[in-house]
């Protein structure tokens, strides 16, 4: 019985000492699986924040384009300008967008927290185009070039993680100014006239008196060029520059008044003044003599006919009102600098010439 009760007592000690361990090494590796799940959580979680925001930074630049052009826009339609055509109005307001974008990404965009905080590029140009619809400009798209990617870096316990995006952006701008600009550029001008001219001043005009009771009348050359303008207009003019002087501007000013009309809508506005218009006109030759057979029992004939060479010039004053109020801008005006949803005004003087 003695020895029995010997080798038992070494036997639960033994029994003992093994039940310990195996208690405590699960301890400890339940305790270190945990740290390992809650690390693995804790990345993931930090791995969903950086990704949202990213997304959430290139939504946010998506927005400033956006407010960048509103701006630049309606800036710089108000500045003076000469010889606007759509091709130079889009560079230049993407120019003064870019330098507003730039604003925009100047500081880290931040991301519920000062933990995540993404590091925003400066962009070097903005490429626009102009896009039509069944040939009509309707606007211009542009697309902002990066100087880098969009950034997040986040440093933990020794571990960096980084993340980058592309940076970037694309947007259609609706702009119906460019289109009354596109009727009213310095070349369109031209074009309309040199329609007034050739409609109403012929290079080659002739004049004829006939009567023997008209045997001492000549032709002067302002009654070759008001022969024509009787015609057309129903009126005469004193003085050869007169007639092309005064003629000119009438033409004009009726056939700026047809543009207004037909450009104009409930929409949008426009206004055009020309200012300080000059028409001049050259003799290339005139010819012609007297035909006198009064004495033979004939007529008295006496035709002259002129060639002559037109040239002109003019500027024309331009106001165009976009009524729609479509886009929100910091209105210059004013000291509060609110953010409000204004008519974009256009102003201009483009000229025009014959040469």
Known sequence: ????????????????????????????????????????????????????????????????????????????????????NPDNIIVKISEKAKEKLNGYTKENYKFLSDKYQVQLPSYSRIDPKIYKSANIITGFTVEAVPTDTIRIALEKEGESTKLEKQAKINFNFQYPILQLMDSLTSDKLKQKADEIIKSHWPKELVKT????????????????????????SGKEFKTFEDAVQLGFNG????????????????????????????????VEF?????????GKGGAFTYTRKCSFNYSYSGKAKISITDKTKAYPVKALEGSDNKVLFKNFVFKTTNSFSSG
């Open 209 to 232: 008196i006939t009567g023997c009771d008209k045997k001492s009348q000549r032709i002067e050359t302002v009654d070759v060029l008001n022969e024509q303008l009787k015609i057309n």
């Open 251 to 282: 033409h004009i000013s009726s056939k700026i008044q047809d543009i207004q009309n037909q450009l104009s809508n409930n929409l949008i506005s426009l206004e055009i003044s020309i200012d300080d218009p000059k028409a001049t006109v050259q």
């Open 286 to 294: 005139c010819q012609g003599e007297p035909v006198d057979n009064c």
């Open 1 to 84: 019985m003695n020895r029995k009760g010997f080798i038992a007592i070494p036997l639960i000690v033994f029994l003992t000492i093994v039940l310990l361990f195996t208690i405590i090494f699960g301890i400890s590796f339940t305790i270190s699986k945990g740290l390992v799940i809650q690390k693995t959580i804790t990345v993931q979680q930090d791995m969903y924040a950086m990704l949202n925001s990213l997304e959430a930074s290139k939504a946010y630049l998506d927005t400033a384009i956006k407010y960048s052009l509103y701006q630049a826009a309606y800036d710089y339609g108000l500045e003076e300008k000469h010889d606007s």
